[in-house]
């Protein structure tokens, strides 16, 4: 049985969203993530909203794992989500934005094995 002693500080993943759910990051097997900041920018002109998601292992994208929702961010501006989420193996971060190639979302954390 894994421990998780040992927390390696990463980057969890970098996109532009679109309207669909981009993935943004995968826990690995044998891992736990712990997520800490989530970034967006709105590149766009015009505010747009926001939804991320943590989705569970084998699950769907849906409101009832919704960690932001209907956000807007306002043109050219940032929102910063802070806070420690534990992801489980095969759990993923996915997020929306109201209009694709609007939203560009940079997440960081850990991974512990």
Do not use: C
Not at 45 to 52: E, H, M, P, R, Y
């Amino acid at each position: 049985m894994a421990n998780y002693q040992t927390i390696t500080p990463v980057k969890l993943g970098q996109a532009v969203l679109s309207t669909t759910g981009t993935l943004i990051y995968t826990t690995p097997a044998s891992t736990k993530t712990y997520l800490k900041q989530i970034d967006v920018v709105n590149i766009a002109v015009g505010s747009k909203d926001l939804d991320i998601y943590i989705v569970p292992s084998g699950g769907t994208l849906g409101t009832s794992n919704a960690i932001v929702f209907n956000l807007p961010v306002a043109s050219h501006t940032s929102y910063q989500w802070r806070g420690v989420q534990i992801m489980n193996a095969g759990d993923s971060l996915r997020a929306i934005a109201s209009v694709a190639a609007s939203l560009t979302l940079t997440a960081s954390g850990g991974e512990a094995v």
